[in-house]
């Protein structure tokens, strides 16, 4: 059964960084694509950053570019997303979520979403 837990949200002062992790328990194809999305109270989901995992493909919302960063790694044993967050600013306060899914898309990341995790809270101070 396809399983994605987050880890790693906690709280940082403003222009600290913070590493979230997600175990990903699926199965990984051509087209396999994984992504992090955030919410914050009272405002709409947003896409934070994305990645084609057997190419290695990345896309990242306007609002986090340049200071956040997505990677995969992947073994025998073990599937793990991560979103290294620097230079964090208050307004990136919200809930974090790791998704998994297909056809990532340039510009618009993981078009299809199969998967979620329940995510984990990031909390940034000024």
């Known amino acids: 059964q396809a399983q994605l837990v987050e880890s790693g949200g906690g709280s940082a002062q403003a222009g600290g960084s913070l590493r979230l992790s997600c175990a990903a328990s699926?199965?990984?194809?051509?087209?396999?694509?994984m992504e992090w999305f955030r919410q914050a109270p009272g405002k709409e989901r947003e896409a934070v950053a994305a990645?084609?995992?057997?190419?290695?493909?990345?896309?990242?919302g306007d609002s986090v570019k340049g200071r956040f960063s997505i990677s995969l790694s992947r073994d025998k044993y073990k599937n793990t997303l991560y979103l290294q967050m620097n230079s964090l600013k208050p307004e990136d306060t919200a809930m974090y979520y790791c998704?998994?899914?297909?056809?990532?898309?340039?510009?618009?990341?993981?078009?299809?979403?199969?998967?979620w995790g329940l995510g984990t809270l990031v909390t940034i101070s000024s």
């Open positions: 990645i084609k995992a057997m190419q290695g493909y990345t896309y990242y």
């Open positions: 699926i199965d990984f194809s051509s087209n396999t694509c």
């Open positions: 998704a998994a899914g297909r056809d990532y898309s340039d510009g618009v990341g993981c078009a299809n979403i199969n998967y």
